[in-house]
């Protein structure tokens, strides 16, 4: 069985992620695992989790989450709405439809990214 890990922006993606798109998948002989955005992890305490504020700290979480090697993916499901400025790409947008702005930050984070574990954006092969 191979496992898909999606990091996740606050709760109302981790609903999404365990009650449509976990269902869904488990046909194709996949497990699905969900994490929320840990945007202040705390020396003592709990972490805090949801909405992004910066590209280095999203980017910390993406490295962390894929030193789990039981992991086969990793994918987020992050608002497009506020995502991060610095994010890669973000300044870079092209004119045009939001399907092709949205593609275009995709393939940079995942180029920022740089693991044949991180999802790329849908028919793109690493």
């Given at each position: 069985?191979?496992?898909?890990?999606?990091?996740?922006?606050?709760?109302?993606?981790?609903?999404?992620?365990?009650?449509?798109?976990?269902?869904?998948l488990s046909h194709d002989n996949l497990f699905?695992?969900?994490s929320i955005y840990k945007t202040k992890r705390?020396?003592?305490?709990?972490?805090?989790?949801?909405?992004?504020?910066?590209?280095?700290?999203?980017?910390?979480?993406?490295?962390?989450?894929?030193?789990?090697?039981?992991?086969?993916?990793?994918?987020?499901?992050?608002?497009?709405?506020?995502?991060?400025?610095?994010?890669?790409?973000?300044?870079?947008?092209?004119?045009?439809?939001?399907?092709?702005?949205?593609?275009?930050?995709?393939?940079?984070i995942a180029e920022a990214v740089a693991s044949?574990?991180?999802?790329?954006?849908?028919?793109?092969?690493?």
């Amino acid at each position: 069985m191979r496992k898909l890990h999606i990091l996740v922006e606050g709760q109302t993606e981790e609903v999404i992620v365990r009650n449509v798109i976990s269902p869904y998948l488990s046909h194709d002989n996949l497990f699905v695992d969900v994490s929320i955005y840990k945007t202040k992890r705390p020396a003592v305490g709990p972490a805090y989790r949801g909405g992004i504020s910066h590209w280095p700290k999203l980017l910390r979480e993406i490295q962390l989450l894929l030193h789990d090697s039981s992991s086969t993916l990793l994918t987020t499901l992050f608002d497009y709405y506020a995502f991060p400025a610095d994010a890669p790409g973000m300044d870079r947008r092209p004119h045009g439809s939001s399907y092709d702005r949205v593609s275009h930050v995709e393939r940079a984070i995942a180029e920022a990214v740089a693991s044949d574990r991180f999802d790329r954006p849908a028919g793109e092969e690493p």
